[in-house]
């Protein structure tokens, strides 16, 4: 929508013109920034704690390595991470169930933060198929009974490009076909895709929290042109003010390698 | 009841000075050229200067005396002035047609009605242009524009290039009550913002209330644009036009019956993407961007004492690509009037009011997504002129609006289910009464009050959210039961302090409720901002201002200085949430945060009005600061409307009968925006970190047009007028975005971007009238 109204104002001016400035920023004092994702099963859990860094020069994030991070379930288990290093914390061979409510706590330097989801059922794909050579269709039945949220995501040959979101909203109890974005970012053009070449797609159902940081995360790092929404952060689970987020996915991997 | 006790309270007060033996005359001025009705032509009493009248919106005006000898002086700025001696033993009736005064034909006539009613008048805080004076003001694509010219006069801002919407002493756009022929218009800008809605040639007279509301209005917190549209020529047939480089319009009027009825018809249409067809791109060349508007009006006299209006809008914005998307959208409205004259002294008219705003995207080779959302509006609406002698003019009257909203719905074949948002259904009504007193030669003054109310009504459903705006229950309501009752109290006050023949003080408080709210999350206006009604969570907005100024003409007139100071509290203001999703949002309420607002400033202008220059420069100083709980930590933050310092200069100088030079500069303070302040990494992105909202300027804004009129033909019967313009004519790249992307020089970092929308940009066109 936004890159529409966009086209349409150059369209019709076409004397715009762009050019890079300098802008003087504010910095603000670092904020913690906590990322993990629990995926349904028996898979690694990583979780990595980090801090923001200047807006211009972004430095490589990093770690912060003084931190107890606990994750429980609301059956009454709980589990400490290990420190790997850098700023990652680790449960190695971490099994979990869907319909499971699972909290993430996580203290360091005399403050605490707490975030929760709960684990999606796993929606799988039907079909995987790639056409003239640049249109990747994945094709799936949602289920009537829940709401669901996903995110579809492709990799060609290892590489991630774009990420599709939906809900059901629209869509409850439908067979979906969707056209899996295949490209590096918003500006970039359709990746082609060569014989030999191998297509993973990722159909993630994710919980509902979950959806609204990775949408309102789309929006806001989309930047604030003419019909962008108002610029803010991103909005999360975590309590006390992290950034980040804590989520629970299902994941269903398909691959096709093209013949 | 407290009403009724008020209406009698009045009567009695201006009552007192009733005398015996007094005679009214009335009747109607109109311009002998075209026969249209002169608006706020003023009938004074030549042997005592402080008794008199000005017409009505329909040239009707009564002056009631005592017994005696009179000269009574009829006068509209541009117009020969006629003085009629009488004696008064009688009513009388007298209907005038004032003659174009020739030996100022030449002259741009800049203001109209009375030459100092800037000082003498009764109210303040008003922006006034002519349509002669929108003429020469030099504008983007030479397409004259009522809107952009009134942003030139202090207290009014431009929302920023490529946008129609203005915002009066710090209020924000949707705060502006924009009133064509009486129907509220909802979006007032044409091809997102570059143009209004309104084509000039069809208008007789705008006025902005920037202040000092008369009770008659209602319905906004900011301001009221009131607009009137040419009844059409009674006397001959005519037509005017112009052909430029992007749009052409015509304009037809005249006589259906002479002196008795006559009809106008406008229409334009934009033509820019005919050179989209040149295009080699398959997708480009089966683009479409266009609006097009048609304005007509029709008006009939029954009798002496009856007259009929028909007057109607409709107006369409086209946006396609290809087969795959197209998005159009526009209002329409309509107006039925009656005007009917009991006795000599009360004038009443009646209107039934239509207005609609609506959008609609399609998506899809057959459509297969179709997405609407609309605003409709029925207003049955009563206004009595009562003219109870030469002092006092009272005015009261009501009116009731049923609107109706369908904020938003989704039609879809193939494989999505469609979804309906609920209609929301509402009933607004008002009542009034004020009255214009002049009480000595000094003192003058306009009080009023105003009653409205609100009324959310069902067939609809009652959502109720929890402190963070979950959702946590929905109720039904069947027809017509009232879901939420909300009114108020809008006291009107204006009073003038008559220094001498030149100068005066005057000082006006006002209070609006505003029942009507457009939902606007992103950085831009969109044709999708969506109005919603006040409901059992929103709540109306309330504004109050006191302002206080001074008036002072010099020269005979010929310059005109004014200063204004005001202070502007809002109540139940709106703002949005991180990341809220306002379209198609079955639960937008809980996206919606509320909070308070406040503005001041300062206002000068000095405004030369005759001679071979004319124009004006116009300075405001002025804040508008914003304050929510859930924002900003619960600081006070700016407004998008905030605007420190903006200056406005325009001018106009006849070289010669042929020739008009004109230009215009205007400067003001970057709009207030907000920027990351860090960045962090999640999810494999570079993401922004936002700590204080609108926290950061834009550059400041500054451009010059200048424009050059050639009346290249001129005769009785025809008149034809070359129009050449540049649009930022020092070529000043304005800021419209910055923003922050990947460096490609220097890929590990950020650099900032802006974008402007124009350089300099030339245009030609063509105008006639015959």
């Known amino acids: 929508m936004k890159n529409l109204v966009l086209a349409a104002l150059v369209l019709f001016t076409l004397s715009s013109c762009e050019k890079v400035i300098d802008v003087d920023l504010n910095d603000s004092d670092p904020k913690y920034v906590i990322e993990g994702l629990l995926e349904l099963g028996t898979h690694d859990f990583k979780v990595s704690l980090t801090q923001t860094t200047s807006y211009f020069t972004p430095q490589v994030p990093t770690g912060i390595a003084v ?108 067979v979906i076909e969707r056209n899996l974005t295949n490209r590096r970012g918003p500006n970039s053009i359709e990746e082609d895709i060569l014989p030999g070449d191998t297509v993973i797609s990722y159909l993630q159902s994710v919980d509902s929290e979950t959806y609204t940081f990775l949408t309102t995360l789309e929006q806001v790092s989309g930047g604030d042109g003419p019909g962008g929404t108002a610029p803010g952060n991103p909005v999360n689970n975590w309590s006390n003010g992290a950034l980040g987020y804590f989520g629970a996915m299902a994941n269903d991997i398909s691959t096709i390698v093209i013949p | 009841m407290k009403l009724r006790l008020l209406l009698f309270l009045m009567l009695v007060i201006v009552g007192a000075n009733h005398a015996q033996n007094e005679y009214t005359i009335s009747g109607t001025v109109k311009d002998a050229s075209s026969g249209e009705d002169l608006i706020g032509a003023s009938v004074i009493v030549k042997e005592q200067p402080s008794l008199g009248v000005v017409t009505n919106v329909y040239g009707f005006y009564s002056l009631t005396l005592s017994e005696g000898d009179y000269t009574l002086v009829y006068q509209f700025i541009g117009l020969q002035s006629v003085e009629r001696e009488i004696t008064l033993a009688q009513n009388q009736k007298i209907n005038l047609e004032l003659k174009p005064n020739s030996e100022e034909l030449a002259e741009v006539v800049v203001s109209a009605e009375k030459e100092d009613r800037n000082v003498t008048k009764n109210e303040m805080s008003v922006a006034k242009v002519s349509m002669k004076e929108i003429e020469n003001v030099p504008v983007l694509f030479g397409e004259k524009d009522v809107l952009k010219v009134i942003q030139l006069l202090p207290g009014v801002k431009s929302a920023g290039e490529g946008n129609s919407g203005f915002y009066v002493r710090g209020g924000a756009a949707d705060q502006n009550l924009i009133l064509l022929d009486e129907a509220p218009v909802y979006n007032p800008s044409h091809l997102l913002g570059f143009f209004s809605v309104f ?150 008219n009646t209107s039934l009011i239509y207005s609609d705003y609506d959008y609609e995207i399609n998506i899809g080779e057959n459509d297969d997504l179709s997405i609407g959302a609309s605003i409709d509006d029925w207003n049955l609406k009563q206004d009595y002129t009562y003219f109870l002698n030469a002092k006092n003019t009272l005015k009261f009257g009501g009116n009731a609006i049923y609107h109706q909203f369908a904020p938003g719905n989704i039609d879809a074949a193939s494989s999505f289910n469609s979804v309906k948002i609920d209609n929301q259904f509402a009933l607004e009504g008002g009542l009034y009464v004020q009255n214009d007193y002049k009480l000595s030669q000094r003192w003058g003054i306009n009080y009023g009050l105003r009653y409205s109310l609100f009324n959310y009504l069902g067939p609809s459903s009652a959502y109720e959210f929890d402190n963070d705006g979950d959702f946590i229950s929905k109720t039904s309501y069947d027809d017509w039961k009232s879901i939420q009752y909300y009114g108020g109290l809008e006291p009107r006050l204006s009073v003038k302090y008559q220094l001498n023949d030149v100068s005066s003080l005057k000082g006006s408080y006002t209070r609006n409720y505003q029942y009507l709210h457009q939902l606007s999350n992103s950085t831009s206006s969109q044709p999708t901002d969506l109005w919603v009604p006040s409901s059992n969570n929103i709540k109306p907005q309330i504004s109050d201002q006191v302002a206080l100024g001074y008036f002072r003409n010099f020269n005979d007139n010929m310059y005109e200085f004014s200063f204004e100071t005001y202070y502007k509290d809002l109540q139940n203001q709106i703002d949005y949430k991180d990341g809220a999703d306002l379209l198609l949002n079955e639960n937008v309420e809980g996206e919606l945060v509320y909070g308070r607002g406040y503005a001041y400033g300062a206002e000068f202008l000095l405004r030369k009005n005759k001679g071979k220059f004319t124009g004006w420069l116009s300075y405001t100083l002025s804040r508008s600061i914003k304050q929510f709980d859930a924002i900003n930590n619960g600081d006070p933050f700016a407004a998008k409307q905030d605007r420190i310092h903006d200056i406005s200069i325009v001018g106009s100088y006849q070289i010669n009968p042929k020739l008009t030079l004109s230009a215009n500069w205007v400067y003001y303070t970057g709009n207030a925006v907000t920027f990351p302040s860090a960045s962090y990494v999640v999810d494999e992105k570079l993401v922004p970190y936002y700590t204080e909202r609108n926290g950061y300027r834009m550059p400041d804004y500054h451009r010059m047009d200048i424009g050059l009129t050639w009346i290249n033909k001129k005769t009785d019967r025809f008149e034809s007028s070359w129009n050449f313009s540049l649009y930022n004519a020092y070529n000043q790249y304005n800021a419209y975005t910055i923003t922050f992307r990947e460096s490609e020089s220097n890929p590990n970092t950020t650099e900032a971007v802006q974008t402007t929308l124009f350089g300099i940009v030339p245009s030609i066109s063509y105008n006639f009238k015959f």
Do not use: C
């Open chain 2, 199 to 348: 084509n000039s040639d069809a208008l007789k007279d705008v006025t902005l209330y920037k202040g000092g509301m008369p009770a008659e209005f209602g319905g906004r917190a900011s301001s009221v644009m009131d607009i009137k549209m040419k009844e059409g020529n009674s006397k001959k047939y005519s037509a005017t036009g112009g052909v430029g480089l992007i749009s052409s319009r015509l304009t037809l009027e005249g006589p259906v019956q002479k002196d008795k009825s006559s009809f106008i018809l406008s229409a334009r249409r934009t033509y820019a993407d005919l050179f989209l067809g040149l295009s080699s791109d398959e997708n480009i060349k089966d683009s479409q961007l266009y609006f097009y508007d048609v304005t007509a009006k029709l008006n009939y006299k029954i009798s002496e004492k009856d007259r009929i209006f028909i007057s109607g809008y409709f107006g369409r914005d086209v946006l396609s690509f290809g087969d795959q998307f197209s998005f159009n959208w526009g209002n329409t409205t309509g107006t039925l009037r009656w005007n009917h004259i009991y006795g000599d002294k009360l004038f009443s």
């Open chain 1, 67 to 174: 931190a107890q991070i606990t994750l429980s379930d609301n059956m009454g288990n709980s589990q400490v991470l290990t420190d790997a290093g850098n700023g990652l914390y680790t449960l190695s061979s971490f099994s979990t169930q869907s319909g499971i409510q699972y909290t993430l706590n996580v203290s360091t330097n005399n403050q605490s933060f707490q975030a929760s989801a709960e684990m999606p059922s796993l929606v799988e794909a039907d079909t995987l198929l790639v056409e003239d050579e640049d249109v990747v269709k994945l094709t799936f039945k949602d289920p009537i009974e829940d709401v669901n949220y996903y995110r579809l995501l492709l990799f060609v040959n290892g590489e991630r490009l774009g990420e599709n979101l939906l809900d059901d909203e629209l869509l409850n109890g439908d």
